[in-house]
């Protein structure tokens, strides 16, 4: 994504074009050419430095057209996707009206030999170009919100095999992260959760799979979510190729295993349709012998055949781009 630009207020656009405006000062063959010149290069440079300026904007935003996708269901619930393409087409709108009031004003200068009419159309095209600009005001605002939205969603790679690990807290999800992860897992903020998501990877010959741990997010029954609490998580679903869900049957996390259970069930309504896998964690200091898959982060036990369980899952996983 192109780096998005600072979006100015109605008043330091406007400052910005006069203030550039008002230095100019053509050279005439006359005091009438004089004004005249000055005036188209008044004119020329206010409007160009708007419509440019709101062209920018429109140019390096981002286009979020895919539905059924991870993003725009993410800048939806914290943007609000039919607000923002409505702010986009407004600087489209703003920018092609300037630039026909601009011609317009050149042409009714070019054409005149009265002082005082040029005057007026200069006034007269600034007056217009304010009334613009403020006619827009609501949605340079609205823009510059959503750039500083836009920075804190996360940055998942959304063409690589994703597996999502799921559980209570405490149940032992960061350290499993860690012990699939070839380096430092990164942290990436994550709408509706202060702790953001924690972003490991696993490699796997010359792929690389992402492996995502979801503090504060798979950590609560869905149904106890508001809406947009559930959107956000379920929006998640989207780049889940493989779920994992972790029981820890010692309980030494503080939730019982029946409330774990009950959790999980609420996950797997949720992810329903999304390959899932459920294991039990801290099997160094707990065995429930329920015949669940059993595995320990801390000593290494059953890793190596959870971590073949989740690879031979994502390795089935193709992208139309990556073909
Ligand atoms: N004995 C033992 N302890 C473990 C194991 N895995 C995790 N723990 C411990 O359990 C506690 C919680 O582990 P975390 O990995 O932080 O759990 P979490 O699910 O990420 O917790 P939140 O981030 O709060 O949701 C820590 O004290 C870990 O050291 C394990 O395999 N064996
Ligand atoms: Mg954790």
């Known amino acids: 994504m192109a780096r998005i630009p600072t979006v100015l207020t109605s008043d330091e656009l406007m400052d910005k074009a006069f203030s550039r405006a008002s230095k100019i000062d053509k050279k ?17 440079a206010s409007g160009d430095i708007i419509a440019t300026t709101l062209n920018g904007y429109v140019d390096r935003f981002p286009r979020i057209e ?3 996708d991870f993003f725009p269901e ?3 619930l914290t943007i609000g996707l039919d607000q923002y393409k409505q702010s986009l087409g407004a600087m489209n709108w703003a920018a092609n009206r300037i630039e026909k009031l601009k011609n317009e004003c050149l042409r009714n200068i070019r054409r005149t030999k009265d002082p005082e009419y040029i005057e007026s159309q200069r006034n007269g095209f600034y007056g217009r170009l304010a009334s613009i600009v403020r006619q827009i005001s609501k949605d340079l605002e609205f823009l510059q919100e959503a750039k500083n939205k836009f920075r804190v969603l996360p940055h998942i790679e959304p063409n690589v095999a994703t597996v999502v690990i799921a559980g209570f807290p405490n149940v032992g999800k960061s350290k499993l992260v860690s012990a699939l992860s070839t380096a430092e897992p990164e942290i990436a903020p ?14 796997d010959g010359w792929r690389k799979y992402q492996v995502i741990d979801t503090p504060g997010l798979l950590d609560r029954s869905l149904d106890e979510r508001n809406a947009i609490e559930k959107q956000a998580i379920l929006a998640l679903k989207y780049l889940t190729h493989v779920l994992v869900f972790i029981l820890d049957p010692s309980e030494s996390c503080g939730y019982s295993m029946e409330k774990q259970l009950a959790l999980l069930e609420s996950v797997e309504r949720g992810f329903s349709g999304v390959p899932m896998i459920v294991a039990e964690s801290k099997s160094d200091i707990f065995i429930a012998n329920n015949g669940r898959f059993r595995f320990s982060a801390q000593t290494g036990a059953n890793m190596d055949e959870l971590r073949g369980n989740i690879i031979s899952k994502l390795r089935n996983i193709r992208f139309e781009e990556a073909e």
Request: no cysteine.
């Open 74 to 76: 993410l800048v939806d």
């Open 190 to 203: 994550y709408p509706f959760t202060t702790k953001g998501i924690i972003i490991g990877h696993i490699q």
């Open 66 to 68: 895919k539905e059924n």
């Open 28 to 44: 005439g063959t006359n005091a009438l050419d004089h004004k005249k010149k000055t005036a188209l290069a008044k004119v020329t």
